[in-house]
């Protein structure tokens, strides 16, 4: 009894064989296949997020250089109050006011770097 169990045992594969190399290999290949699709997918959805963030970034850029140009028409007379729709007047009134503010932001940093300078000045006297 113990001669028939020897026989019916299973046989040790090796794993040098041909067949071990060729399974081995065409699963490498999808492992790498996957990846690189993997990869291709982030990319695509990078570039199409980039792109939009462009696209906006420019349409950000053409609308403020639209204002930019009209109120430069604006100041030097080519173009009158009453020429202007009410969303032009308003978007006009917006951007002075922007700029009013941060020149009352840049001025107040000036003050204050000269008043640091002076106190420093006056310390070493």
């Known amino acids: ?3 028939n169990d020897k026989d019916k045992s299973l046989v040790k594969v ?3 064989n041909i067949w071990n190399k060729i399974r081995n290999f065409f699963k490498k ?6 990846i690189i699709s993997i990869e291709t997918n982030n990319k695509t ?7 939009k ?3 906006y970034v420019k ?23 009453e020429d202007l729709t009410e969303e032009q007047v308003k978007k006009l009134c917006d951007l002075y006011d922007k700029q009013i503010e941060n020149l009352q932001k840049s ?19």
């Open 59 to 81: 349409n950000i850029e053409n609308e403020e250089t639209k204002l930019m140009k009209l109120q430069e028409r604006y100041r030097s007379g080519e173009i009158k109050e």
């Open 29 to 34: 290949e999808k492992i790498e296949n996957n």
């Open 45 to 51: 959805k990078n570039d199409i997020q980039k792109e």
């Open 14 to 16: 090796k794993k040098n």
């Open 107 to 125: 001025n107040s940093i000036r003050k204050e770097k000269i008043f640091k300078f002076k106190k420093s000045y006056n310390n070493r006297k």
């Open 1 to 3: 009894m113990k001669k």
């Open 53 to 55: 963030f462009i696209e």
